[in-house]
């Protein structure tokens, strides 16, 4: 069965400086999804970043990259120029396509890291 | 924004009564997911949907059933609610293309 571990279930950084959030997964397939999703106290799920396994160059939206390790089964997130809005829940996720190794397509969760910015 | 919408957003309710949560998309999506969330237990899968009247069991379904008479609603029972259920309910569809899952806002449950 697929798993997702965070290993960090809080992490603090100051503002303006670069932080990046660990995750580890295990899966036997080839090909999948990876996410990072935030969540504020608001507690609306936000997609922050997503990568398909099959690509080998890491994705980049804006403050945040990845850095995807296929073979370590490792995606870790990285949040550059820190800003006070970044503070949040961060749940690392992986999904296979629906029918795909008996998938239907929902998204596998860690247990999230704990965000907080400090002024 | 993905169109969907739960309600209700917050209920208390006692142990023992029956309790339905409602997800309402837009989007004509095809799949559909409820979730719970727990503190250090991240989000965890409880039924999902594959189409209409086309649903299944997720990780934590036991105490649960689930109904999809209509692509646009998925409706998730709680036939008699327990303290253990108390918890945030999310919903939420698959992008078509993209693989990810867009959420609703939550719902928040408390069983006394």
């Known amino acids: 069965a697929q798993t997702v571990t965070q290993s960090q279930p809080e992490m603090s950084v100051q503002e303006a400086e670069t932080v990046t959030l660990s995750c580890t997964y295990d899966t036997s397939e080839s090909d999948y999804y990876l996410f990072w999703y935030k969540q504020p106290p608001s507690r609306q799920m936000i997609l922050v970043i997503r990568q398909e396994a099959y690509k080998q160059q890491n994705a980049t939206e804006n403050r945040f990259s990845v850095n995807f390790q296929k073979a370590a089964k490792s995606f870790s997130l990285k949040i550059s120029d820190s800003q006070l809005g970044d503070a949040a829940m961060y749940f690392c996720?992986?999904?296979?396509?629906?029918?795909?190794?008996?998938?239907?397509?929902?998204?596998?969760f860690g247990k999230g890291t704990k965000l907080s910015v400090k002024p | 924004d993905a169109g969907i919408t739960q309600s209700p957003r917050h209920k208390v309710t006692e142990t023992g009564t029956p309790v339905t949560l409602r997800c309402h998309q837009t989007?004509?999506?095809?799949?559909m997911y409820w979730y719970r969330q727990d503190p250090g237990h991240g989000l965890r899968l409880i039924h999902y949907s594959y189409g209409v009247k086309d649903t299944d069991k997720g990780e934590v379904s036991d105490g649960y059933s689930v109904s999809r008479s209509k692509t646009e609603d998925f409706l998730l029972t709680l036939e008699s609610a327990t303290s253990s259920q108390t918890s945030v309910y999310f919903c939420?569809?698959?992008?078509?293309?993209?693989?990810?899952?867009?959420f609703g806002e939550g719902s928040r449950l408390t069983v006394l």
């Open positions: 996720a992986y999904s296979l396509q629906p029918n795909y190794g008996g998938s239907q397509g929902n998204l596998i």
């Open positions: 939420a569809i698959r992008g078509s293309a993209t693989g990810e899952l867009f």
């Open positions: 989007e004509n999506h095809r799949y």
